[in-house]
């Protein structure tokens, strides 16, 4: 178990598990912040459902092409809000039980989220407008 978990976290710190490439970040210190990868059913609730700050879930797989598209471009526009909304990450083939429950039925699949509950949703790939459209929605900007 000790091991299962040293593992996740691992895992968690960088995208597939590898280092950095020389001389480049994984990202900002605000970027690192604003977005994390969801452990548990019970982190979710903690970190998701009760969140003070609004939430966009991206519920993903490492297999889904348009996943590795869609995360790094929303990632970024998370970023660029500076702090006034995070992002959780749901693999969904780690944590079918969310993706059940927030009937999941394709990826990606990004929920925005204010006060433990569903505000907005949409599936697929959006561009960059499209993102910022959402973001403002969700923060009430």
Not at 62 to 76: S, T, V
Request: some cysteine.
């Amino acid at each position: 178990m000790a091991q299962r978990l040293a593992l996740r976290r691992l895992l968690s710190l960088t995208p597939r598990g590898f280092p950095a490439p020389p001389g480049r970040a994984l990202g900002t210190s605000a970027g690192r912040k604003s977005t994390f990868n969801v452990q548990d059913g019970s982190d979710f609730q903690d970190r998701v459902v009760n969140s003070p700050k609004p939430v966009v879930v991206d519920f993903h797989a490492q297999w889904c092409g348009p996943c590795k598209i869609l995360g790094p471009r929303l990632e970024k526009m998370v970023a660029k809000q500076e702090g006034k909304v995070v992002m959780a990450k749901v693999d969904i083939d780690d944590h079918t039980d969310l993706a059940i429950e927030y009937e999941v039925s394709a990826v990606p699949t990004v929920l925005a989220m204010k006060n433990g509950d569903v505000v907005d949703k949409f599936v697929g790939i959006k561009d960059e407008d499209q993102l910022e459209a959402f973001l403002k929605k969700l923060i009430g900007a």
